[in-house]
C-alpha cells in the first residue's frame, strides 16, 4: 500500500526518508552532498552550516553594526532572513541594517525597492536607501538616455560599488555583508580566468575583501548553493524580488552562468571545485597591485587622481560619456588593447547589472 | 487529469505574468500515464509565450530551474520520468534571475 502525506496525497516512490533524521520525507537532494533531506533538516543544516563559515572566518566581532547589501533578490532577503535569526540564536550582538541603492530604474528598482521595504518590517531592520540621483545628480534612466545600451553596466557597477560605501558611511556600519553565493563566486573565477585577469583572479574569491579600504565587505554564502538558496527561500515561503533588469546586456556572463549550471547538472561538486581552484591560484607574477590614495575630488579610495565615478561624471556631465570607459590598470600596454575591445562586459566583479549583490 | 502549476523566480514573465495555472492535461502518446517529460513539452506548446529557451532546453527544463512535484525535489523522483497524478501540484522556479 502506498504511504500519504499530509495532504493525503499519494507519494508513488516518492516517499524515500530523510537520510538525516530517518522520520520525515526527503524533500530535496543537496547539491553538495547529494544527501536526499527533509525541509527541517534541511533549514537546520543550511543555517548551521553558514553559522560554521561565519564563525571559522570570524566575518563577524560582537557588537559590530552590519550593513546588508540588499536589493529584494533571492540572495539578499535569504540572507537578511538567515543572519537576523542566527544573531538571536547565538547571540552575535550585531546590529543588522539593510542598504539598497535606487539606481533610477524605472519599472524594475522602484519594483524591487518595494520588496525590501516589505523587508525592513518583517525582519524589523532598518532600512537606508541611496540613490544615484542623491549622489551623482543622475538616474540610470538618464544616463541610458543619454549612452544607450552600449556601456551602461561600466557605470551602473562603478556607481553602486561606491554607493553602498557610501551608504555604509552613513550607516555608521563596520562591514558590508552581500548575498554572493558559490554560483556567483564560480562563475567570477571562471571569468577572470577568461580575461586573463589574475589580480582579480585571486582577490575574488576571498571571503572578507577590502580590509585596508574604508568598509571591508564579506560573503557569508560563499559556500551556499543557489539552488539552496532559492529552495530555502520558496519553502520559507520568503517574499522576494526576481525580475532581471531591463538595461543588462548580460552575453558574456550569461554564457558562464549557463556553463555552470550545464556543469552542475553533471556534477554538483563543480561549483565548489571551482572556488577551490580559484583559491589555491597563488600571483607569482609581476602583476602590480595599484597603490590606493583617495580622489582628488570627492575622497573616495582610488589609485588614481580621480576616482572611476568621477571620471565617469565629468563625462556624463560634459557630454563626453565616452571618458573613462576602457581604462584599465594594472596591465601591461599590450594587454589594455584587448581589454578595451571588451567594453560593456567590464564590470566583472559585479553580478549582472542591476542585481545589488556584489 | 487535473494538474497546478505553478511558475516563479521570473518564469511567470514567459506565460503572460500570471503565475499559477490550472489545467488539464492528458497522457500524451496514447500512453496511459502523464510523465513530466510530456507535460513539459505541453507546457512549452501551451503555456509559455516568450523566450522558451529560458524555460527549456533540448527535452528538459533549463539548467538553473528548480522542479518541486507536490513540494518535493524532482531529482528525487526521477526527473523527467516522474509519473503525475490527478491533482499534483508542479512548481518551476528559476534561480537565474536577479539576487
Ligand atoms: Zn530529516
Ligand atoms: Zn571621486
Ligand atoms: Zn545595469
Given at each position: 500500500?502506498e504511504?500519504?502525506?499530509?495532504?493525503g496525497?499519494?507519494?508513488?516512490?516518492?516517499g524515500?526518508?530523510?537520510?538525516?533524521?530517518?522520520?520525515?520525507?526527503?524533500?530535496?537532494k543537496?547539491?553538495?552532498?547529494?544527501?536526499?533531506?527533509?525541509?527541517?533538516?534541511?533549514?537546520?543544516?543550511?543555517?548551521?552550516?553558514?553559522?560554521?563559515?561565519?564563525?571559522?572566518n570570524?566575518?563577524?566581532?560582537?557588537?559590530?553594526?552590519?550593513?546588508l547589501?540588499?536589493?529584494?533578490?533571492?540572495?539578499s532577503?535569504?540572507?537578511a532572513?538567515?543572519l537576523?535569526?542566527?544573531?538571536?540564536?547565538?547571540?552575535?550582538?550585531?546590529?543588522?541594517?539593510?542598504?539598497?541603492?535606487?539606481?533610477?530604474i524605472?519599472?524594475?528598482?522602484?519594483?524591487?525597492?518595494?520588496?525590501?521595504?516589505?523587508?525592513?518590517?518583517?525582519?524589523?531592520?532598518?532600512?537606508?536607501?541611496?540613490?544615484?540621483?542623491?549622489?551623482?545628480?543622475?538616474?540610470?534612466?538618464?544616463?541610458?538616455?543619454?549612452?544607450?545600451?552600449?556601456?551602461?553596466?561600466?557605470?551602473?557597477?562603478?556607481?553602486?560599488?561606491?554607493?553602498l560605501?557610501?551608504g555604509?558611511?552613513?550607516?555608521k556600519?563596520?562591514?558590508?555583508?552581500?548575498?554572493?553565493?558559490?554560483?556567483?563566486?564560480?562563475?567570477?573565477?571562471?571569468?577572470?580566468?577568461l580575461?586573463?585577469?589574475?589580480?582579480?583572479?585571486s582577490?575574488?574569491?576571498?571571503?572578507?575583501?577590502?580590509?585596508?579600504?574604508?568598509?571591508?565587505?564579506?560573503?557569508?554564502?560563499?559556500?551556499?548553493?543557489?539552488?539552496?538558496?532559492?529552495m530555502?527561500?520558496?519553502?520559507?515561503?520568503?517574499?522576494?524580488?526576481?525580475?532581471?533588469?531591463?538595461?543588462s546586456?548580460?552575453?558574456?556572463?550569461?554564457?558562464?552562468?549557463?556553463?555552470?549550471?550545464?556543469?552542475?547538472?553533471?556534477?554538483?561538486?563543480?561549483?565548489?571545485?571551482?572556488?577551490?581552484?580559484?583559491?589555491?591560484?597563488?600571483?607569482?607574477?609581476?602583476?602590480?597591485?595599484?597603490?590606493?590614495?583617495?580622489?582628488?575630488?570627492?575622497?573616495?579610495?582610488?589609485?588614481?587622481?580621480?576616482?572611476?565615478?568621477?571620471?565617469?561624471?565629468?563625462?556624463?556631465?560634459?557630454?563626453?560619456?565616452?571618458?573613462?570607459?576602457?581604462?584599465s590598470?594594472?596591465?601591461?600596454?599590450?594587454?589594455?588593447?584587448?581589454?578595451?575591445?571588451?567594453?560593456?562586459?567590464?564590470?566583472?566583479?559585479?553580478?549582472?547589472?542591476?542585481?545589488?549583490?556584489? | 487529469?487535473?494538474?497546478?502549476?505553478?511558475?516563479?523566480?521570473?518564469?511567470?514573465?514567459?506565460?503572460?505574468?500570471?503565475?499559477?495555472?490550472?489545467?488539464?492535461?492528458?497522457?500524451?502518446?496514447?500512453?496511459?500515464?502523464?510523465?513530466?517529460?510530456?507535460?513539459?513539452?505541453?507546457?512549452?506548446?501551451?503555456?509559455?509565450?516568450?523566450r522558451?529557451?529560458?524555460f527549456?532546453?533540448?527535452?528538459?527544463?533549463?539548467?538553473?530551474?528548480?522542479?518541486?512535484?507536490?513540494?518535493?525535489?524532482?531529482?528525487?523522483?526521477?526527473?523527467?520520468?516522474?509519473?503525475?497524478?490527478?491533482?499534483?501540484?508542479?512548481?518551476?522556479?528559476?534561480?537565474?534571475?536577479?539576487?
Amino acid at each position: 500500500m502506498e504511504e500519504a502525506d499530509g495532504n493525503g496525497k499519494s507519494m508513488k516512490g516518492r516517499g524515500r526518508l530523510c537520510c538525516i533524521c530517518n522520520k520525515r520525507r526527503a524533500a530535496l537532494k543537496r547539491p553538495k552532498t547529494l544527501e536526499q533531506i527533509c525541509r527541517e533538516c534541511f533549514y537546520e543544516v543550511f543555517e548551521e552550516e553558514i553559522h560554521q563559515v561565519i564563525v571559522e572566518n570570524q566575518l563577524f566581532k560582537p557588537g559590530e553594526r552590519i550593513a546588508l547589501g540588499a536589493s529584494g533578490g533571492k540572495d539578499s532577503t535569504v540572507l537578511a532572513y538567515v543572519l537576523s535569526e542566527l544573531n538571536r540564536r547565538h547571540n552575535y550582538g550585531l546590529d543588522l541594517f539593510l542598504l539598497s541603492v535606487d539606481e533610477g530604474i524605472t519599472g524594475y528598482r522602484d519594483d524591487s525597492l518595494e520588496t525590501v521595504k516589505r523587508n525592513e518590517i518583517q525582519y524589523g531592520l532598518p532600512l537606508k536607501i541611496v540613490s544615484y540621483k542623491d549622489l551623482y545628480g543622475w538616474t540610470m534612466d538618464e544616463i541610458v538616455k543619454m549612452i544607450g545600451l552600449k556601456n551602461n553596466c561600466t557605470f551602473c557597477g562603478v556607481f553602486r560599488r561606491q554607493a553602498l560605501d557610501r551608504g555604509a558611511a552613513l550607516l555608521k556600519v563596520d562591514k558590508l555583508a552581500t548575498g554572493h553565493n558559490a554560483d556567483d563566486i564560480a562563475e567570477t573565477v571562471l571569468l577572470n580566468i577568461l580575461r586573463g585577469d589574475i589580480a582579480r583572479l585571486s582577490r575574488c574569491t576571498s571571503i572578507i575583501t577590502g580590509e585596508d579600504g574604508p568598509i571591508p565587505r564579506c560573503k557569508p554564502f560563499k559556500y551556499t548553493y543557489e539552488k539552496e538558496i532559492v529552495m530555502y527561500a520558496y519553502f520559507k515561503r520568503l517574499d522576494y524580488f526576481s525580475t532581471e533588469c531591463i538595461y543588462s546586456p548580460n552575453a558574456y556572463r550569461g554564457f558562464v552562468r549557463e556553463f555552470i549550471k550545464d556543469l552542475e547538472r553533471i556534477r554538483p561538486r563543480a561549483i565548489l571545485d571551482i572556488i577551490q581552484s580559484g583559491e589555491d591560484f597563488r600571483i607569482s607574477t609581476s602583476t602590480k597591485m595599484p597603490e590606493q590614495g583617495t580622489c582628488e575630488r570627492c575622497g573616495y579610495i582610488s589609485s588614481q587622481k580621480w576616482c572611476k565615478a568621477c571620471v565617469l561624471l565629468e563625462g556624463l556631465n560634459r557630454g563626453l560619456p565616452k571618458l573613462g570607459i576602457g581604462r584599465s590598470r594594472g596591465l601591461s600596454d599590450d594587454r589594455k588593447k584587448g581589454i578595451k575591445e571588451n567594453i560593456g562586459t567590464k564590470s566583472i566583479e559585479s553580478k549582472q547589472c542591476g542585481t545589488l549583490d556584489f | 487529469m487535473q494538474l497546478t502549476l505553478e511558475f516563479g523566480g521570473g518564469l511567470e514573465l514567459l506565460c503572460d505574468s500570471v503565475k499559477i495555472h490550472n489545467v488539464n492535461v492528458d497522457p500524451q502518446n496514447g500512453t496511459e500515464k502523464l510523465i513530466m517529460k510530456d507535460l513539459l513539452s505541453w507546457v512549452r506548446t501551451n503555456l509559455i509565450k516568450e523566450r522558451p529557451e529560458m524555460f527549456m532546453k533540448e527535452d528538459s527544463v533549463r539548467p538553473g530551474v528548480l522542479v518541486l512535484v507536490n513540494d518535493c525535489d524532482w531529482e528525487l523522483s526521477g526527473q523527467l520520468d516522474t509519473t503525475l497524478e490527478e491533482k499534483d501540484v508542479v512548481v518551476f522556479i528559476s534561480t537565474l534571475h536577479g539576487g
